[in-house]
């Protein structure tokens, strides 16, 4: 095979807007040479040239996003989760959906994604911590898993839990977090257009660092809703205790939506620095806007809510 596929592209060619765009606009010619899915199965097949929640800001470098990361499993520092997580073994990977759904099981991940097609979409991040991202994720609709699996209409959460291995993952053997990570959402933000389930970032499957084999994207909220190395969705009629929730109640809530006019208790939101591989972007705050800037697709799920109040 001639045709490289996006695992084959290093890192160095795709570390720019510019250059991730032509390989969108390369592997979109090629797989349409080919009439078919030719990449793996967590990879994006058939990309568009642009995905309609594409941000044209400049993005995050590939080595910020693989190295400045949050993932306590790996440790609290943000170079950790690079270092500790080299040798995280993404496969065998099993998913156990439970709770209220009509199709609960454990699944092989592969069974688990089988006919779903994976999307390119480059999303902002914003972290609690006031840093921000530009990242270009592939995944799949969180919606398009929910419906294949059919949860029942007393379903009014899904809750999503990472998984627990003291052996693979060295920060759980501290306490720094009550293990295993929790996090969810309201049935409604789930099947939100914008949640994503990402597989990988920059057209490659993983890293570890960055919640591979399946993690959560909300980019309306704040980064830490983004649960990494899914091993359990569950379908239910009670808020999920979610981590951070649980960790310090009065500082993380379970929204969690970006809101630069609520002040975290320990400092401001109303801005934040985005990492772009400039030291001069980083150095300059730049304002926070409500919902990270996605206020015309969720704005609508949270009418008649005080934002204040469930924070
Ligand atoms: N399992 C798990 N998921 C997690 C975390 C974590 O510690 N453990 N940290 C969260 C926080 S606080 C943030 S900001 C994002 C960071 O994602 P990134 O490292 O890909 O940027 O992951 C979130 N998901
Ligand atoms: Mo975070």
């Known amino acids: 095979m001639l045709i490289k596929k996006p695992s084959d592209i290093p890192s160095s060619e795709i570390t720019s807007e ?121 995944g799949f609709p969180l919606a398009t898993l929910i419906d294949k699996l059919e949860p029942l209409p007393s379903a009014k959460f899904i809750k999503f839990t990472t998984l627990y291995a003291p052996d693979r993952m060295p920060g759980q053997r501290y306490s720094s977090l009550h293990w295993p990570y929790v996090e969810g959402l309201r049935m409604d933000e789930a099947r939100n257009e914008l949640a994503l389930l990402a597989t990988g970032v920059y057209g490659k499957e993983g890293p570890a660092q960055n919640g591979a084999p399946l993690r959560l994207i909300t980019p309306w909220k704040y980064g830490f809703k983004g649960v990494k190395a899914i091993t359990k969705i569950e379908f239910t009629d009670k808020m999920p205790l979610t981590a951070w929730a649980e960790a310090i109640p009065n500082e993380y809530g379970f929204y969690a939506n970006v809101n630069p006019t609520v002040d975290h208790p320990r400092w401001s939101q109303a801005s934040e620095r985005r990492l772009t591989g400039s030291v001069l972007d980083q150095l300059k705050p730049i304002k926070t806007q409500m919902f990270n800037g996605y206020t015309q697709y969720v704005e609508r799920m949270y009418s008649g809510m005080d934002l204040r109040k469930n924070f």
């Open 18 to 138: 510019s250059a991730y765009r032509n390989r969108r606009q390369f592997i979109q010619a090629a797989t349409a040479a080919l009439g078919a899915t030719a990449a793996g199965a967590l990879l994006p097949a058939q990309l568009s040239a642009a995905s309609k929640y594409d941000t044209d800001e400049k993005q995050t470098p590939l080595g910020n996003v693989t190295t400045y990361n949050n993932y306590y499993e790996f440790g609290t520092g943000k170079d950790e989760p690079g270092l500790n997580a080299r040798t995280f073994k993404l496969r065998p990977w099993t998913v156990t959906v439970a709770g209220m759904v009509k199709k609960p099981a454990t699944y092989n991940l592969e069974d688990l994604l089988k006919g779903i097609t994976m999307e390119d979409r480059i999303y902002r991040m914003r972290c609690v911590e006031a840093w921000s991202m530009v990242i270009p994720w592939h």
